[in-house]
């Protein structure tokens, strides 16, 4: 998925831009990797459409071949059920989607393994969706400190 995203920043792919009836503009951002989840996991590329859990022949003509729709919906549900959730985490991060920064991004839970050791983050969204690239903008705070704080309080 890093590799699909990586293509769609060089090529400038942004999501659509719209404004509200109050005249606030949303959209026009690159394409995070949740985005590119939904988009490619979303039958309606198939030919296909979904409702209550079923598919069912759309009319509309399919942009890809349902075989190949489906190899990569398959592959990003493995990869999703090998994903660590948090419920299940031996160290669950108790303030995941709750914490937010100076910019008002939210802190996603991460970690870093040394010598055998776990070390928890929260990390700024945009450190995330953004690594590689400059990292002047974002936190990087120690989950422990947070969590023991929070606990006491």
Partial sequence: M?????????????TKRSTTASGTERGDKSFSRGHLYHLLSNPIYSGQIAHKGQLYPGQ???????????AVRDQLAANARDHRRKTH????????GVLVDARGERLTPSHAVKKG???RYYVSTALIADAGRD??????????????AVIKA
């Fill in 2 to 14: 890093r590799r699909v995203k990586e293509e769609a920043d060089r090529l400038g792919l942004n």
């Fill in 60 to 70: 509309h003509r399919a942009l890809i071949e349902t075989e190949t729709w489906t």
């Fill in 89 to 96: 985490a031996t160290e669950p991060s108790l303030l995941a």
């Fill in 117 to 119: 050791r776990r070390y």
């Fill in 135 to 148: 990292r002047a903008h974002g936190w990087r705070l120690q989950a422990q400190e947070i969590d023991d």
